[in-house]
């Protein structure tokens, strides 16, 4: 992943979040776009306090993290993501209630890839996330996303915002 182009303060902040950073490559497939993304937004969020990256680890390395938006009109799980040998245990739901904490939000927006949207399943009914709305192409073409909590800008108004 490319973070070449951030200054040497800023890469020093990062500390055990580049451990995040560097496993975001694993979801590519369901974000093509996701390491400009981390690197454009979320980092400089992450010095600007409106960001937030959660994670769990211990010795083996990352178990699993959130990363988290706390803006003036949007409350975000942006991603969520726990090791496949270690799901099933309460580590989503851990970090679902630290991420509402944060976020100072009881039902926060998370979208979820329509591939990932079975291993969601239990883990949204107990948090009481409402469907919103379903995209098919948002992020890739042809593919569905479920969003919960909210609903995603129109492509005209992503054109303006990014
Ligand atoms: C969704 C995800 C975060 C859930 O993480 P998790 O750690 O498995 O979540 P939890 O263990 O808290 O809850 C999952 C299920 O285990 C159950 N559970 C929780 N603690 C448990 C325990 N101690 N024993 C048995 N079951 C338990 C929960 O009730 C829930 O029920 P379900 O089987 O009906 O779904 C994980 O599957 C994941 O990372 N999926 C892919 C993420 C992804 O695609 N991210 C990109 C888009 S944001």
């Excluded at 083996?60 to 799901?87: H, M, N, Q, S, Y």
């Excluded at 100072?104 to 079975?118: A, D």
């Excluded at 098919?136 to 054109?159: Q, V």
Aim: charge should be neutral; include cysteine.
């Amino acid at each position: 992943m490319q973070l070449c182009h951030v200054d040497r303060p800023a890469f020093a902040q990062l500390g055990h979040h580049y451990a995040v950073f560097s496993l975001l490559s694993e979801l590519s497939h369901f974000y093509p776009d996701i390491e400009r993304w981390s690197a454009s937004k979320v980092l400089p969020g992450l010095l600007d306090d409106t960001r937030k990256i959660l994670v769990e680890q211990d010795a083996g390395g990352v178990r699993g993290f959130a990363i988290l938006k706390r803006g003036v009109v949007e409350r975000k799980i942006c991603t969520i993501w726990v090791r496949p040998d270690l799901r099933c245990q309460g580590l989503g739901q851990s970090l679902i209630t630290q991420s509402q904490e944060w976020l100072q939000c009881v039902r926060p927006m998370l979208t979820v890839p329509e591939e990932s949207l079975s291993t969601f399943r239990g883990l949204l009914a107990s948090s009481d996330f409402k469907l919103n709305e379903v995209v098919e192409g948002y992020y890739r073409p042809g593919k569905k996303e479920y969003i919960f909590n909210g609903a995603l800008l129109s492509a005209s108004e992503r054109a303006v915002l990014q």
